[in-house]
């Protein structure tokens, strides 16, 4: 295959791959965040009940998920389609994010369910963005560089 013609090939995939995260950004962060903030607001309600102990802690780990997840797409979008150029705040604090989910969908799996199994629930529809933008970033920084 012509190297010109595999070239222009990885550019209408890249962009492809560019406006396909926008979307998910749009129409699966966007909505999700607006609807955490609002069941954040709720969880943090008064504590009737031993569950809402656990939820208080995991509506804060859920907050600075949302900000840490936020600034890691800022960065992002700033650096050229890397993480690289993301403070390491942000990629802490959407890591927590991401595990909040993974136990979420482990303690709704295996005991009854839980604000934590219910916060990390609302944080899957993140992952689908955040995976497609860990994929972008490790593409761009294991391409060869252009000759």
Do not use: N
């Amino acid at each position: 295959m012509d190297e010109g013609l595999a070239m222009e090939k990885a550019g209408w995939a890249a962009q492809l791959s560019v406006v396909l995260l926008a979307w998910e950004l749009q129409l699966l962060a966007v909505p999700m965040t607006a609807l955490s903030v609002f069941a954040l607001a709720w969880l943090w309600g008064p504590a009737y009940h031993p569950d809402h102990v656990p939820m208080r802690a995991a509506v804060v780990v859920a907050l600075i998920a949302l900000v840490g997840f936020w600034r890691l797409v800022l960065g992002f979008y700033r650096a050229g389609l890397r993480l690289d150029g993301t403070p390491l705040w942000a990629r802490v604090c959407t890591a927590a994010g991401a595990t909040l989910c993974a136990a979420g969908l482990a303690v709704g799996m295996f005991q009854r369910p839980t604000g934590w199994a219910y916060i990390g629930v609302m944080g899957v529809p993140m992952l689908l963005p955040l995976g497609h933008m860990l994929a972008l970033s490790w593409r761009t920084t294991r391409q060869r560089p252009v000759r």
